[in-house]
Structures are given as C-alpha cells and as structure tokens.
C-alpha cells in the first residue's frame, strides 16, 4: 500500500526556517518525481515544488512564490523528500501536502504527469 | 504562466443531479489536465487525469471532456459522497496551475 507521511510542520516566526518531511512506503520511491502541494486556511491548492525522480535528472522547480527560499531535496536511501522552507512569511502559513507525481505515456508520445498519492498534510503556521 | 479559471465557484445540487465543472485554460495545454476531489479536513483525491483518463477506483459517474483550453468534469448522477470541492490543475508547463475551486453544496 503506499502511503506518504508528512512531518516537520509546527509554528514559526518571521524570518525563520523550518524543514518539511515526507517519508513514503509502499512504492519505489527513487523511480517518481514528487510534489509539495500547500492549501492556505479556507483557500485553494497552490503548486509549491517539484523534483523529478534522479533518472529523469532530480530537477527542481519552484513557484514563483516561494524561489530562493525553499528547498526541495530528496534521500532516496530513506524513501523521503524534504522542503528546506527559509525566510518565512505570514503568507506561508499553509497545510503542506506532498504527492506522488507518476507519468503516463500516451499513445501520441506525450507524457502526461499526474498527482496519485497524497499525503495527510502538516500545518505550517508563521506568525510572532 | 498558464491560467486556469474554474467555474462555477459554487454550486448547490442534489442527489441525481448531473453537475458540469469547467476549467478554461489560458493557452493550450495539450490535455494535461487533471482533476481533483477534496472533501473537508482531508487531502485531495486524484479522479481524471489526461483530461479524459479515469484513475484506477474512481466510479464510472465521474468523466472528463475537452480539448484546446476547455476542459469539462462531469458528475452524471451526484452521490451524498460528491459533495466536496474540485479542482483542476494543469500539468503542461511549470509553474503548475490549479483553477479556484468549486464547491459542490447539497440544494
């Protein structure tokens, strides 16, 4: 079965740091690209992060929003995946979820990625 | 960056209802759609993925439709366990994008 744990959320302040972990079983986890997902209080799904499994080249792409603060990493030895969050802001105040993102080969050639696992989130509160 | 503007943003049914949710994308994204269901308190939960594929487990109500920049969920026969918030979100170019939600209520 897989199943994805997420942990590391707590309350910081301004400015600070925090590391996210997403700890995944079930699947061989070297072989996926996955994905930070976060949901701000009573609002929508924002993308934050994502890094391509290390045989598609362990990219890492990040929104806009959070570029040159977060981190994305991966241990692929301890099936996890890590967000280094820095400089945190009010606006980071957030359930972090992270996904599974497998791909899907067309008949056309084309790729198509998806999110298929998730995990049960972890609440990142900044504030003073 | 690719937007993707859902609508409704809510809507009220009931059970046996057949409920549309659109997404228009602001370029082409070649179908590289999926679609997401979240219900209150719990993670989303993937049900159309390629804009038309349904994922493994998901009931037969649930369809996807589409092509160039719109693309359509459709809930044939709305079950007590449909009500929830959907999302879309395209996976054709970074930064990945999901449309605002709709809130699917019970009428």
């Known amino acids: 079965e897989v199943q994805l744990l997420e942990s590391g959320g707590s309350l910081a302040q301004p400015g600070g740091s925090l590391r996210l972990s997403c700890t995944a079983s079930g699947f061989t986890f070297s072989n996926y690209a996955m994905i930070w997902v976060r949901q701000a209080p009573g609002k929508g799904l924002e993308w934050v992060s994502v890094?391509?499994?290390?045989?598609?080249?362990?990219?890492?792409y990040y929104a806009d929003s959070v570029k040159g603060r977060f981190t994305i990493s991966r241990d692929d030895s301890k099936n996890t995946l890590y967000l280094q969050m820095n400089s945190l802001r009010a606006e980071d105040t957030a359930v972090y979820y992270c996904?599974?993102?497998?791909?899907?080969?067309?008949?056309?050639?084309?790729?198509?990625?998806?999110?298929?696992?998730w995990g049960q989130g972890t609440l990142v509160t900044v504030s003073s | 960056a690719v937007q993707m503007t859902q609508s409704p943003s809510s809507l009220s049914a009931s059970v046996g209802d057949r409920v549309t949710i659109t997404c228009r994308a602001s370029q082409g994204i070649n179908n590289d759609i999926g679609w997401y269901q979240q219900r209150p308190g719990k993670a989303p939960k993937l049900l159309i993925y390629a804009a038309f594929t349904l994922q493994t487990g998901v009931p037969s109500r649930f369809s996807g439709s589409g092509s160039g920049t719109d693309f359509t969920l459709t809930i044939s026969s709305l079950q007590p366990e449909d009500f929830a918030t959907y999302y879309c979100l395209q996976d054709y170019s970074y930064p990945l994008t999901f449309g605002g939600g709709t809130k699917v209520e019970i009428k």
């Open positions: 890094m391509t499994a290390r045989v598609s080249g362990g990219n890492a």
């Open positions: 996904a599974r993102r497998p791909n899907y080969h067309h008949s056309s050639g084309y790729y198509y990625d998806y999110l298929d696992y």
